[in-house]
């Protein structure tokens, strides 16, 4: 079978690989691309040992039985003391599909068997496509995310950053009720198009924190969720916040630029609450499946691109230079 493995930085190969036997094994349908498959190819990632394949939003067929599934991404490990209070997010051994183990960028791969222990395969739902559950893995890390942030009814949402992961916090906000939702980004381009795809209450190009006031008669936004890797945007969001406001560190910063400075009064007496976000358990990633099969979460207008397992770079070039919403590779 036809692979695409990582060697080291700037180095993926598409490979002929013996097929995976015993256990569970599924027929790779679709796999999608994320910005970290862009971070790999670049920088590499200390949880991966190469050679390894690559690809963590995987939807196949069971060989042997031709169940639909969708498979988790991150795989706590259901026994240590998070993962039994039910934390399974924040397991301190998770380990990854893409990662620790070989992923979906793959005509055939084998599902460990933790993955299994975890309830980590989930059927997908009739009517739901192999390609739209592949973006469950993704919409079910927005889930935790604002699930933390209590993202419900009535309130004014900002989102600030305008990639896939916005696109889909636009959309879940939507569906959990909130009254407003304002989609902000630096890159104009990238901030039209995912606006005309997600439709957001207004759309925020620069000066952010003033065009949040406004739009909100001096309130400022009940909660503001930061997708992008960006501390700037992080300060930002502290100052645009309601009062009770919470704010979202969704979006990770770069590992040798993680300080920001945030006005710690201004948290005391607006009684701010800032979270954070990681991955997403498999509990998650069934709600997420559930989401996109009721039609609460639409996901199938923002697969933009569709490409062959040999066009893998060429997937990843289209994600870094952000000319696509979601990127799905079909082996
Ligand atoms: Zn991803
Ligand atoms: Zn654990």
Do not use: W
Not at 149 to 161: I, K, L, N
């Amino acid at each position: 079978m036809k692979v695409a493995r990582f060697h080291a930085p700037g180095d993926i190969r598409i490979e002929e690989a013996p097929r995976p036997e015993g256990g569970l094994v599924i027929r790779v349908r679709n796999c999608s691309t994320c910005g970290t498959d862009a971070k790999i190819y670049k920088h590499g990632h200390h949880h991966l040992a190469p050679p390894r394949v690559m690809g963590h939003e995987i939807a196949g067929e069971v060989v042997g039985t031709g169940e639909r599934v969708q498979v988790i991404a991150a795989i706590p490990c259901g026994t240590c003391a998070e993962c039994r209070r039910g934390r399974m997010t924040v397991c301190p051994d998770q380990e990854s599909m893409g990662y620790h183990y070989d992923g979906g960028f793959a005509e055939y791969m084998a599902i460990p068997d933790k993955v299994v222990a975890v309830g980590g395969v989930n059927p997908i739902p009739g009517g739901v496509s192999f390609a739209e559950a592949s973006v469950a893995e993704p919409l079910a890390c927005v889930l935790n995310g604002q699930e933390l942030a209590r993202v419900s009814d009535g309130d004014d949402v900002v989102v600030m950053g305008a990639g896939p992961i916005g696109c889909l916090h636009v959309r879940l906000a939507r569906a959990r009720g909130a009254a407003r939702v304002f989609l902000a980004d630096v890159n104009a381009d990238r901030l039209a198009k995912a606006a005309a795809l997600v439709e957001p209450d207004a759309v925020i190009d620069d000066d952010a924190v003033a065009q949040v006031l406004k739009l909100t008669g001096g309130r400022g936004a009940d909660v503001v969720i930061t997708a992008a890797a960006s501390g700037a945007a992080q300060e930002q969001a502290l100052t645009m916040a309601a009062r009770q406001g919470r704010i979202s560190f969704f979006g990770g910063l770069p590992k040798d630029d993680p300080i920001i400075r945030c006005d710690s009064n201004l948290v005391h007496y607006r009684e701010l609450t800032i979270v954070g976000a990681n991955g997403s358990s498999p509990a998650h990633n069934a709600r997420a499946l559930d989401l996109i099969a009721s039609g609460q979460v639409p996901v199938a207008d923002l697969i933009t691109h569709r490409l062959g397992l040999d066009d893998v770079l060429e997937a990843i070039a289209l994600v870094s230079r952000g000319e696509a919403i979601k990127v799905t590779i079909e082996p």
